[in-house]
């Protein structure tokens, strides 16, 4: 990947935040305000949180003179960053009525106006395109943050509504395929100039084993075989933490499945359907992938197996897939500097690496070395599983 | 109170729904979704509610072929009522975003419709009417909880917007004075042939040993006195359940009272407000009335005595006035019969009368034998404190 | 009730202290410190505590140059008396191995020794013959508290070790009878010169409507019935928390019941054996006690009514009888002063009243006028159901 | 390491269960019970389940006509292996007086008496042999486990009764001294054909950057620094899930820890003494040990990098010293066979691996590819900091 140019982030930029408004689109009022669980964010609070971003990194501390559209956003809008003040807590998102939708929409177009404003003064430092840059990234991560929530929010309403209407084509039986990795010394991580986040960095060396990926995910009609199986039930297949979740939780299938008078049906974005057999399984904890793998006698991938896998094989995924690597830091890993140093350093501990891109990623977000990461019990991502064997 | 004619009844009907609508007029979309703590409902939900009780109550069991407007709607909209089927948990209200408020307001119309000609057919049993004005009242009842709830979720928005734009008038200073009650045998309870709930009956024999209610509510004045000789740092004057909520909630003052540089403001429906410090002093719980009538060297009125004062001196209430009675049957006690047997007698258990009525009590809807009652730490309610001695 | 002489009350002191070691007798060490629930206590915290009571409120005030046994004991065996100074959490006595029993034992003799010294130094003023008097009671208190929690603590291992081996006799068939109390002011709470409590003053009058109260305690065969019936399962029977327990908790019978191939089982302090369908049931819930009396078509009495009643009738309770009064102060009411004012006035709030003693109470510490009440979920005491109707 | 002759076995299994007992001579019976918080076991749980082991994994399927000592005892001494039944709730373990210590002791010899028949039987077949060494194995475990517990148990005591009465001596001032790895390729895991547990295996390759470990432990002092330099509240410093831990539990210290008047006091297996500085800071969580290390400039070393470090450099540990390598299975790892594949490796999922060994460390137990595990909050263990750079 190549770096932008100036003219190419403000194209970018524009891009990116029209992009947001019409992920909403379909939504009336009253979906942009509820988070029917504590991870789950208000849709509202994703438009203001992604415009707070550009504001406090970029326009507080570059642009002279600049005035905050509203001096308690910092507060309610602000995620987790502590270097930038107290934060109104997660769970408490879905409390506030106020600001409106309506407002939120005069915050962004404010701040669009005063980056815009910013980039064409001509003087813009490193730094600020930089920032600009990552803005952007962080943006398209909300967006398909925004599309997780928003089937959540749509699928708690017990008239289970849908966000599109197209139809969804029927998946072709799967081919099973292994892709081979051969033992050796690789180079992990980014190496080129273009953008990446500091977790991807710095590339290093890492020995791998001699082992095999499947091509194709583990498809809806897998997983039904392993619940048929008693799968959920059985506790060797499981870790100890994924044996306690699954009976706090009763869990019994993966999430937006639902069951009725002996058929499965899965709820998606475009409304219920009933299941697809060949389509890959989605909506699954890491603790589900690991049972599965464990039971269809494989393993999961580590994170430096699917990173060349997906170099070598060039397969795109359709579904983040769950490693077995936790989340931990690269030798040699440096945080960003400032506040932006808490994107992601500090969550290294207690969550698993997915890895792969989903549908919902947005177009020229995803690259090879991406490391995306949840703590193993959350499902509500476009999750699925891909297998190894040595 | 009389009874009332079958046009006086529709009159009503009429009357109080469109009240409820008129209180909810100053709300944006928004504000009808959210549920910031468990005891506060979306008013969405409560305009659904007032019609789901119509509906499933009076339409569906007496008029011919009624078919409900929305099949969803018995789960969703039902508050507690074991008999009437299961229903959506109270904690969860605020995580639906759907039906839509104008859904709602389509429900609402929908019911009235059908409500209107089933009274107009001119073959109304007492059955129908009596739950008609049951209806009515049960409305009213939730018209004081929508303005506490609009209170409470206006009041949790960071920029604490106004309900109302109207002032309010400075209070007068408090003259004591005190109400005596002779020692001996008093009856209680509903006695004419008006409505009134089950658990004002049945009217019944009591003896009041003799004591003095003081006429003046307690004030702000009153109670910042309390605050300041460090009342809610002397266990002391505390009932232990009361000590443990103090101490595990930090409380300092009551609700919404706002300390800013050494001075209290107090958040009302009109916005923001200094403290008055000759006004009654609300939103107290019933440990904090209780430790500070016993601070004050006083204790609360029982219900009964506050029935008689009330009877007696005519002096109506600005705001509920907790007694030292738990919530307990009276003798003879007889739930009504049904579905709305649920109403009153299951709540019977580890909470407290209050008395008096208040400013956002409906008129029409209040009598000197209304019994209100909540738990005792709960205060978002228009409670005040007033005392009484022997 | 008459007043003690001195000497009395030294012989009174000496045999109440014997007999709580006497209690202890059939316990092996590990018995003495475990804690299966946060409101069951260690025994040896008991044997503490009730000498921590004679230490702190007597000899502390009372006795010149007193050395404590120890100074981290008042930390330690306070129970809840905030006066006292700071107390080790109710929930957390099972956390402490040290002191050992035999270091209680001791601390016992000692704070033993130095009463009599102090009572035989023949200058005794009122206050410490009150609370001599008084911490005798206490001590008899936790006496019945202290084979409660030896119940639970031995009903808590999967062998269901026994108390003791005496054999108990089969109970003979229930005559129902009905005792009348007529319609008409009476005189409730302690009248005589003898010790009581402070929450059973002052004498007062009450106004009670004509009633009928069953002679015979409800008996675990009427009570199996109920069960038989499904009434754990018919929310229509239940106050709204009960219903709510019984849920949350999964109770299917009282305390202690155990279900073994169709036939049921009871763990008592002479051990497991079958359930005696004419004993009268045992270890059952506010909640339970009033779905019950409601299944069987009557009421729970008043605490009033069996006052009355047992005045009247003479009948002594096997069990403590759950009456329909929340825990209040009669009227009039004043704590003891100091210290031992928390005795009982800061707990009149959620809790229900119970009447009547029971077999585990020791010989000459219950009244008539005796108001003992607990939370309506407990149920680890000897409480049981009398019935009324109007 | 050899693999050991069956005379060698015996030995050192009579000893083993020697020196478990010996563990527990200073303890009074009531030490023995009691569990104050979840995980610390109490001490006759550790004597009864390290038997149960022994019992259940040898003596009921390889010894014919085997009769349990007691039928209830899989119940409540199985820890947590699901292939072996239900077990009793770790943390209700406190809750259980009986069995006696004394009983457990003749519980001890029951078995031990057994496994020594079966061994003397003179036809042992190796997965006898394999399983005795494991049990071994597996109470020496549990011996470091108890010394641990026991100085917790001791510690929740108010007058930190002392568990031995040696003198400390006092450590010597600290050298500062790095050991180089060089960057390559490295072989980790168990190799030779001695004792190892399955989650040390396969040995395989690794790529090792370049680093610096140091060899002396982080000192009292140098953790003092941290503490006044205010580490605790520095946001910045912390994982994400270590700040919530720090804030929700109000850390300040390391364990053991106590601030008397300016002044650090460390409570020890040998009685409460004065910090020495120049002793290595113990008691440990992850979080803490990661945010000291951030804060000193370093970083803690990976589980790879320790374990070339002492197979190289030979220096042996005080305390088990955390890595920032989560617990994750090696590659090509396979489980123990059957319900002892409960062992380890259902474990591998929120925990961190520790290195090293530490005093309590029985010897003959431990192995440079040892691997140690606990969650990142914990810190009851005897665990330390070591720190490497880049």
Partial sequence: MEELSVSELIKSFVEVRQSTIEICRPLVTEDYVVQPIPQVSPPKWHLAHTTWFFEEMILVPFLDNYKRFNKNFNLLFNSYYKAAGKHWLQAERGQLSRPTVSEIKNYRQYVEDFIEKLLNMGTQNEKVLFLLELG???????????????????????????????????????????????????????????????NELPCHKSYLQKSEIRTGLITNGEYLEFIESRGYEKAELWLSLGWDWVNDNDVKAPLYWIRKEEKYFEFTLNGLRELDLNAPVAHISYFEADAFSRWSGH????????????????????????????????????????????????????????????????????????????????????????????
Wanted: contains cysteine; hydrophobic residues 30%.
């Fill in 136 to 198: 952007i990234h962080h943006e398209q991560q909300h967006q398909e943050l925004l599309l997780m929530d928003i089937k959540y929010i749509l699928g708690t309403n017990i008239e289970l509504p849908t966000y599109r209407e197209t139809e969804l084509a029927k998946a072709s039986k799967l081919k099973v395929e292994w892709f081979s990795i051969d033992e050796g010394v690789y180079e992990i991580g980014h190496k080129d100039k273009g953008f990446s986040y500091d």
């Fill in 299 to 390: 393993r999961l991938p580590t994170e430096q197996e699917l990173e060349i896998f997906e170099s070598k094989s060039q397969i795109k995924g359709e579904l983040w897939c769950w490693t077995s690597s936790h989340y931990s830091p690269y030798p040699g890993f440096k945080n960003f500097e400032g506040a932006i140093g808490e994107y992601n350093g500090k969550f290294m501990c207690n969550q698993f690496v997915l890895r792969g891109g989903c549908s919902a990623t947005p177009k020229n977000h995803y690259r090879e070395t991406y490391r995306n990461f949840y703590p193993p019990h959350e499902r509500w991502m476009f999750s699925g599983i891909r297998i190894a064997r040595n």
